[in-house]
């Protein structure tokens, strides 16, 4: 009984340290992690580039160069554009073009970069 009892024992405790063995090998393969303050800061998110527009001159493009350079500029609204001009001479500033039929503040607002004089 005695000799059955210490088998039990022999074979648990030589279980025991078999699997300890597996339990420190698969952390030891994991890389050491870094605290907060050891870690580098983590690089500024750089700023995707703002997409160059090629400015459309409201005072000498044609119907047709407005409305394809203008976000919500059809060819009534060019034609007005152009209209304007030839009536009451050359924009002088960009704001002037609310002074236009159809053209409302979101309508120029959303162009404002795209706009040159």
């Known amino acids: 009984m005695k ?3 210490l088998s039990i024992a022999s074979l648990i405790l030589f279980t025991s340290l078999s699997f ?13 992690t870094k605290t907060a ?12 580039p703002v997409s160059q527009v090629e ?3 409201i005072n000498t493009a044609s119907v047709e160069e ?3 350079s203008l976000k919500g500029i059809g060819k009534v609204k060019a ?23 159809g053209i409302g503040k979101g309508t120029l607002d959303k162009n404002r970069d795209r706009i040159s004089l």
Do not use: C, M, W
Not at 20 to 32: D, E, H, K, L, R
Not at 42 to 48: I, M, R, T, V
């Open 79 to 101: 034609q007005a554009i152009v209209d304007y001009r030839t009536s009451n001479g050359p924009f002088t500033t960009v704001d002037q073009l609310l002074e236009v039929k």
């Open 37 to 48: 303050a050891e870690a580098p800061a983590p690089a500024p998110a750089a700023k995707a």
């Open 3 to 5: 000799k059955n009892l």
């Open 66 to 68: 407005l409305q394809k």
């Open 55 to 57: 400015a459309v001159n």
């Open 20 to 32: 300890g063995g597996f339990a420190q090998a698969a952390t030891s393969a994991q890389p050491a």
